[in-house]
């Protein structure tokens, strides 16, 4: 078998500048929805090892996307090569949560 099993989070970076506020929507694929009650966040550590996070943001869910406006004097305190995970929390007993995608943030200032 050569096929890898389970959700291989994708790699990616945030970008964030001085005094922008961050904002970012993602869309469900065609056809799909997010179920009611889905928790959508992105969270912020010191290492990328970690499992407490430092800071979360959370996303505005609709049933198409998820949107995130976060205003520049919190987005600001996140430094640069901070490692952060977007994970979607499903509202299922108990919850099922898939880490969709994985990186650090990248300061353009």
């Known amino acids: 078998m050569t096929a890898a099993l389970g959700r291989t989070p994708e790699q990616i970076k945030l ?7 961050f904002t970012q929507i993602i869309k469900t ?8 009650d ?4 992105i969270r912020f550590y010191d290492d990328p090892a970690d499992t407490a996070h430092i800071a979360e ?10 949107e995130w406006r976060i205003e520049s004097a919190l987005a600001d305190v996140i430094p640069d ?20 995608f994985t990186g650090r943030v990248a300061r353009k200032q």
Do not use: K
Request: charged share 15%; glycine share 4%.
């Open 15 to 21: 970008i964030l500048s001085l005094g922008a506020d």
């Open 29 to 36: 694929p065609e056809n799909e929805t997010f179920p009611v």
């Open 38 to 41: 889905t928790v959508v966040a």
């Open 57 to 66: 943001w959370l996303g505005d869910v609709t049933s198409t996307q998820v």
């Open 81 to 100: 090569r901070t490692p952060f995970r977007m994970y979607v929390s499903y509202p299922e007993v108990p919850t099922l949560e898939h880490c969709w």
